[in-house]
């Protein structure tokens, strides 16, 4: 029995980390750019009020503030503890984006739901890339063997 969980150890193991972390690294910061700069411009430009950009970044700031105290975890990729929190936060974000959508389709705004789309792809990409992170991730509850 020790011997198949050495050889399950063992293909854990031997699955790179670093391309996962590396893509989790480059969609992290496109989906920052994107949350904080590009939804506010397209938001104001492709809807029919006259919005402020400036003021929609600045709720975006607001609204990120938990994704940029997560950031160096996602850069960094290797705590699972940490991983496994910061997945938590950007399911939260997911399901708020999710919600934009529906309510936008509901309200009949259907000129910017893709903006949300995108912004709801984005995080579907990133839980996705944690989730596969956290699993070749050495266990978190090493347990010991007497």
Do not use: C
Request: charged share 10%; hydrophobic share 60%; glycine share 4%.
């Amino acid at each position: 029995m020790s011997d198949a969980q050495s050889s399950v150890s063992s293909a854990k193991a031997s699955k790179p980390i670093e391309p996962i972390i590396r893509r989790l690294q480059i969609f992290w910061l496109v989906w920052l750019a994107y949350r904080l700069l590009a939804l506010p411009v397209l938001i104001a430009t492709f809807t029919a009020q006259d919005l402020d950009i400036t003021g929609g970044i600045a709720w975006q700031a607001l609204w990120l503030i938990p994704a940029f105290i997560m950031t160096p975890v996602m850069m960094k990729g290797r705590s699972p503890y940490l991983l496994l929190i910061s997945s938590m936060f950007t399911l939260v974000y997911l399901g708020a984006s999710a919600v934009v959508i529906f309510a936008r389709a509901y309200a009949v705004e259907l000129s910017v739901i893709w903006i949300y789309v995108i912004d709801t792809v984005l995080l579907l990409l990133i839980n996705g890339l944690l989730f596969i992170l956290l699993k070749r991730l050495p266990s978190m509850n090493k347990s010991v063997m007497t």
